[in-house]
């Protein structure tokens, strides 16, 4: 009896594994979908707290600031060469020119530029993985962090370093399996004086793709045999 609990043990430790495994990446890979905040409005457009914006496949993205939520942010434009309509500075790499971006940036009673993240992002659908291009508004180096959620659960996160210019930095990871619903982009560091950490802008949130790695099909395997082992020991016990 004793052996048979502990089949039945293993069965159930292995098929109540409920999370996959993490990869952080620093470059977008197979993208399957994109949320692109020009669908908020043009350049300047404000956004409240909770605004939300529909990916291109009909996945629902929810924007939550962290900061004084109440000021909101805006819509900013990355500007060509020869800017025209647009707000944000041409970048070398990262940003490119004509993107929307998201700037967490609000106006303070006195009308001050008050920084409003850290940004959190709760999509309706599970995702294998996501990620964006984020800047720090002041100019030179900065560190940025991204967590992934599944509901209130950390999958995992990690820590990102600028170049010295303080030039876009992709924040992004994959999951084994889809199970992330919720990815925070934190700055946590600038160099520049005035910096606000809680001040950037964040390009169009990729919707990314993993395939199972080759273990978890043979972890699959496993869970299935040892429930028609316990299974088979069961009947062999009732008879």
Not at 14 to 29: D, E, Q
Not at 34 to 50: A, E, P, R, Y
Not at 105 to 130: I, K, Q, R, W, Y
Not at 146 to 170: E, M, R
């Amino acid at each position: 009896m004793k052996r048979l609990l502990s089949h039945a043990a293993l069965f159930t430790a292995l098929a109540g594994s409920a999370f996959g495994s993490v990869t952080f990446l620093s470059a977008p890979n197979s993208v399957l979908d994109t949320v692109n905040w020009g669908n908020i409005g043009g350049d300047g457009t404000l956004f409240s707290d909770g605004q939300t914006v529909t990916s291109g496949l009909g996945n629902v993205t929810t924007i939550n600031l962290g900061t004084q939520p109440g000021l909101g942010g805006l819509t900013s434009v990355v500007c060509a060469p020869s800017p025209s309509g647009c707000s944000w500075p041409n970048q070398p790499s990262g940003f490119s020119a004509g993107d929307t971006l998201i700037w967490l940036e609000g106006l303070d009673t006195n009308s001050n530029p008050v920084g409003t993240g850290p940004l959190t992002l709760t999509l309706a659908n599970s995702v294998f993985g996501l990620g964006a291009y984020i800047q720090a508004t002041s100019a030179g180096a900065f560190t940025a962090t991204l967590a992934l959620y599944n509901g209130g659960t950390l999958l995992g996160s990690q820590s990102y370093s600028s170049d010295g210019a303080g030039d876009p930095l992709f924040l992004g990871g994959a999951d084994t399996i889809k199970d992330i619903t919720k990815a925070v982009f934190t700055v946590t560091a600038c160099g520049s004086f005035g910096c606000d950490v809680n001040d950037f802008a964040v390009d169009t949130v990729d919707i990314l793709a993993a395939t199972p790695e080759p273990a978890t099909f043979g972890l699959s395997g496993m869970v299935l045999a040892v429930g028609f082992a316990v299974r088979k020991r069961l009947q062999r016990g009732n008879k």
